[in-house]
Nanobody, 129 residues
Framework: QVQLVESGGGSVQAGGSLRLSCAASGYKGSSYCMGWFRQAPGKEREGVAAIYFGGSRTYYADSVKGRFTISQDNDKNTVYLQMNSLKPEETAIYYC??????????????????????WGQGTKVTVSS
């Protein structure tokens, strides 16, 4: 059974930084995309960043380019999201996901993850002004 366990959420002031971690276990696929979505109150879940696990291809939403960095530790089956210069509007539940799909904007969507992948339980990030 696939498990994705997130950690690293919390509260930070605007302009601050947080690092999220997601440890995967039980995934039997040889190649997959792994990364993060977020869902703010009253809004739809949106893709934030993803990385081709075992490779180097990455995807970033336009809104986070230059501020967020996704990385991986293959030995630990863990993906990290370093978030810098955080904004209050980025307050949300951040969900880790893994799916046998492409790491691109067209495929890193909730619909494709629901079809082909798995979700973590989510970790809350609060950015205060």
């Amino acid at each position: 059974q696939v498990q994705l366990v997130e950690s690293g959420g919390g509260s930070v002031q605007a302009g601050g930084s947080l690092r999220l971690s997601c440890a995967a276990s039980g995934y039997k696929g040889s190649s997959y995309c792994m990364g993060w979505f977020r869902q703010a109150p009253g809004k739809e879940r949106e893709g934030v960043a993803a990385i081709y696990f075992g490779g180097s291809r990455t995807y970033y939403a336009d809104s986070v380019k230059g501020r967020f960095t996704i990385s991986q530790d293959n030995d630990k089956n863990t993906v990290y999201l370093q978030m810098n210069s955080l904004k209050p509007e980025e307050t949300a539940i951040y969900y880790c996901a893994a799916a046998a799909t492409y790491c691109s904007g067209a495929y890193w969507t909730p619909v494709w993850v629901a079809r082909l992948g798995y979700w973590g339980q989510g970790t809350k990030v609060t950015v205060s002004s």
